[in-house]
């Protein structure tokens, strides 16, 4: 039954989806372990697993786009691409301008990262963010200084070279490239909890993909293998599905 109501839905998609024979899947390819381009050259990680079995169940033909993330949203809205996979929060804001599936990731808590002997009195000082995320308004509103930047890894390269004194970023980003330091990047204050769970991004028209999907996820959460690809990208993590 349940094959019988995706092929509905999909046979129903609105005339940009349809017309396209494909879904594109719209990604940035620099914020691992969401997503990165791997040796090959080809996006992957969590998102790239998760998108894959999203489109096997719902008989979707996918293929992977990536673009920038500052302009990610109005590159959706334009119609480069059909959704976006990218570690992205739902929010109220982002909300008014495109629509999301359920949450296919629960709301990670978002951390302070510095060099090594910093106090906790560097979140109050210059914080790097990357731009158009919920870290950057965060930042701006919280009276710390926010520097903002095009990519994540700029963000890191901040404050190695001293030009911040912390980046705020979420914590399952951070983590590796804190481990992976050798004790030259550290923790620093208290994490916060901003934004919800991340969902995939779909056109505000396109109500009948929004549907396919989710009820992809919802089989994913059921039958555990959403859970499945969560601990394996992000240390053994559950989510409570």
Known sequence: MRKLVLAASIAAMTAGAAAAETVRMGTEGAYPPYNFINDAGEVDGFEREVGDAICAIAN???????NDWDSI???LVSGNYDTIIAGMSITDERDEVIDFTQEYFPPDPSA???????SDDVVNG??????????????????????????????????RSGEADAVL???????DIVNESNGELIFVGDDVAIGGGIGVGVRESDAELKAALNAAIDQMKADGSLNALIAKWFDGREASY
């Open 126 to 159: 210059v914080v790097a963010a990357q731009t158009a995320t919920i870290q950057a308004g965060y930042v701006a509103s919280s009276g710390a200084t926010v520097v903002e930047f095009s990519t994540p890894d700029e963000t890191v390269a901040a404050v």
């Open 169 to 175: 970023a979420d914590f399952a980003f951070l983590a």
């Open 112 to 118: 302070y990262m510095a060099l090594a002997g910093a």
């Open 60 to 66: 979707l033909d996918c293929v992977w786009v990536t």
């Open 73 to 75: 949203i109005p590159n």
